[in-house]
């Protein structure tokens, strides 16, 4: 809801085309583009991905089965 006398707030659109066979380079291209237009909210921004990497990666880890260390 905008308030009355509060310019509408404007969005700058990217559009992308990226290749999905190199997803990390892709990703971190993303990630750039975000960091660079929000040079203000750089940590911010890093520290949320980086929570939710890190949710990903507790979920994923949680699903994969557990191996048994061989016995020796």
């Known amino acids: 809801r905008l308030e009355r006398g ?5 969005m700058t659109r990217v559009e992308l085309l990226i290749d999905l066979t190199t997803p990390v380079e892709e990703i ?16 911010e921004i890093l520290q949320a ?5 890190g949710e990903a990666l507790a979920t994923l880890q949680a699903s994969e089965p557990e191996t048994d260390p061989v016995s020796e």
């Not at 991905?49 to 990497?53: A, R």
Request: proline share 8%; net charge negative; charged share 10%.
């Open 28 to 43: 971190t291209a993303v990630i750039n583009i975000m960091l660079q237009a929000h040079p203000d909210k750089q940590l």
């Open 49 to 53: 991905v980086d929570q939710n990497i």
């Open 6 to 10: 509060c310019p509408m707030a404007s």
